[in-house]
Nanobody, 116 residues
Framework: QVQLVESGGGLVQPGESLRLSCATSGSIFSFNAMGWYRQAPGKQRELVAAITSGGTTNYADSVKGRFTISRDNAKNTVYLQMNSLKPEDTAVYYC??????????WGQGTQVTVSS
């Protein structure tokens, strides 16, 4: 069973930064893509950023230029660097790992709160 363990969430003020980490229990190369989703209260879960096994990245328009997704293959870990955080970034952030359109795994989620 694949496990994804997220860390790095917390409470920050607007304009500050956070880095989320997602460590996989298996080889990161076993996944076609990994990504970060978020879900705010009363809203649907949405894709924030994704990175393929080949290194291609994709971002939601709302975070382009502020967030960066990256991977450390040796550590089987994916990161989400979040800069210039805004109150509207407040959500539970979930790590996702995909082997195929029908096979994917989720982490337990980590809370990010941006508030003054």
């Amino acid at each position: 069973q694949v496990q994804l363990v997220e860390s790095g969430g917390g409470l920050v003020q607007p304009g500050e930064s956070l880095r989320l980490s997602c460590a996989t229990s298996g080889s990161i190369f076993s996944f076609n893509a990994m990504g970060w989703y978020r879900q705010a209260p009363g809203k649907q879960r949405e894709l924030v950023a994704a990175i393929t096994s080949g290194g291609t990245t994709n971002y939601a328009d709302s975070v382009k230029g502020r967030f960066t997704i990256s991977r450390d293959n040796a550590k089987n870990t994916v990161y989400l660097q979040m800069n210039s955080l805004k109150p509207e970034d407040t959500a539970v952030y979930y790590c996702n790992a995909r082997r195929s359109p029908d096979i994917m795994y989720w982490g337990q989620g980590t809370q990010v709160t941006v508030s003054s």
